[in-house]
């Protein structure tokens, strides 16, 4: 998992880990949510969302871990799909459906919770794979054995596309990238230590205890890199972290969660954010550069300004018309290389002109 993704709360993994050793230890097995899923069908869980669009607050927790036992059934979606963009989107609606069948959404449904919620889906999705893999896969057995023995041992697994997908695992393409991803995962540094909570959740909570006070990223970042005795993750991030208390005992600024993060004490020790993402907030949308942000915001405002001087000029040739109606504008601005619309006589202006406040009338 990287930094600026959320730590979604993936607790169906973590619970999916203790169904692994079920054999051994007798664990409560993988999770079920068998209260959502048999609630009445007037009844809703309402989950509030933060202004970035995460789920916060324990029924955050249990939207989340729905979501993982959503996306494990294969009525809902096949894992024989080999990317989660090739998903059929009815698919995803009708899942999508099904969240708003047992939730609702505070302080309201908007596009940014759904688009959260359809990530999370298609992470939790790619995450069932994966367990699948880890579970399964023994390059020492075939193809059949390995979904014989994995169909066996949980209900949840379709024979037919787990086939398909256990053939994948053998491709020599699919092996490379194991490798490639194996080999980025290894150069990962500073990780977190909040298990399956989301970022989100967690400086909801800070605030929580804070009087509504959001903490900064800096004590974000000190915070998830802190284990509970105290000591930090590794040298590196141990080295921020004394970079961020010392910046933050010379500032006097509050804290609080701002929009723009160029400019606080986490950039200051880390940098500006890559690729237009943010750390240490959650998964957010990634933003134009500032270079192509304000090559956008010129040409919006010089197409307006087009717009608003082309409104202009066709006022004054349509006055210039009705007091001289027997000017031939149409020719001249030809000969300009001009063009003006409805050009015509002043009854035919006369009768627009009604027209246009009939119209306004019903506005």
């Known amino acids: ?25 007798k664990g409560r097995g993988y999770t079920h949510k068998i209260d959502i899923w048999k609630m009445k069908k007037t009844e809703r869980i309402c989950v509030s969302f933060d202004k970035f669009g995460h789920p916060v607050g324990e029924e955050g927790r249990e939207l989340g871990q729905y979501l993982g036992t959503l996306v494990r059934m294969a009525e809902n979606v096949s894992i ?92 020599p393409e699919f092996q490379n990238t194991c490798v490639k991803k194996r080999s980025s995962r290894s150069k990962m540094k500073e990780p977190h230590v909040t298990g399956t909570k989301s970022f989100a959740r967690l400086a909801h909570e800070l605030a929580m205890d804070n009087d509504g006070m959001y903490p900064t990223r800096g004590e974000m ?8 005795d105290g000591s930090i993750v590794d040298d590196e991030a141990l080295g921020v972290v004394t970079s961020l208390k010392a910046i933050a005992s010379k500032s006097t600024s509050t804290s609080g969660v701002q929009d723009d993060f160029s400019n606080d004490e986490y950039s200051k020790v880390k940098g500006p954010e890559k690729r237009g993402y943010v750390r240490l907030v959650g998964k957010m949308p990634a933003k134009k550069s500032n270079g192509d942000s304000q090559i956008i915001q010129q040409l919006e405002s010089a197409t307006q300004t087009i717009s608003q001087l082309q409104g202009a000029f066709n006022v004054m040739v349509n006055i210039i018309q009705e007091h001289i109606p027997n000017a031939n504008l149409s020719a001249i601005l030809s000969n300009m290389n001009l063009q003006v619309s409805n050009i015509g006589s002043a009854n035919e202006l006369s009768s627009k002109s009604t027209d246009d406040g009939e119209r306004a009338d019903k506005r």
């Not at 979604?8 to 993994?13: E, G, L, Q």
């Not at 203790?18 to 054999?23: K, S, W």
Request: charged content about 30%; hydrophobic content about 35%.
């Open 1 to 25: 998992m990287t930094e600026n993704e959320p730590a979604i709360d993936d607790t169906a993994v973590e619970m999916e880990n203790e169904y692994v050793l079920g054999a051994l230890n």
């Open 80 to 171: 024989e799909y080999s990317d989660w963009r090739k998903v059929p989107m009815q698919k995803k609606e009708d899942m999508y459906s099904l969240v708003k069948s047992k939730f609702t959404f505070h302080p309201v449904e908007s596009s940014q919770v759904k688009k959260w919620i359809l990530f999370s889906m298609g992470k939790k999705w790619r995450t069932w794979k994966g367990l699948l893999k880890s579970r399964g896969y023994d390059p020492s057995l075939t193809i059949d054995e390995i979904v014989a023995k994995q169909t066996n041992n949980d209900d949840r697994v379709n024979p037919t596309p787990f086939k398909e997908l256990v053939a994948r695992w053998f491709t």
């Open 221 to 228: 970042y000190i915070k998830t890199r802190t284990r509970k």
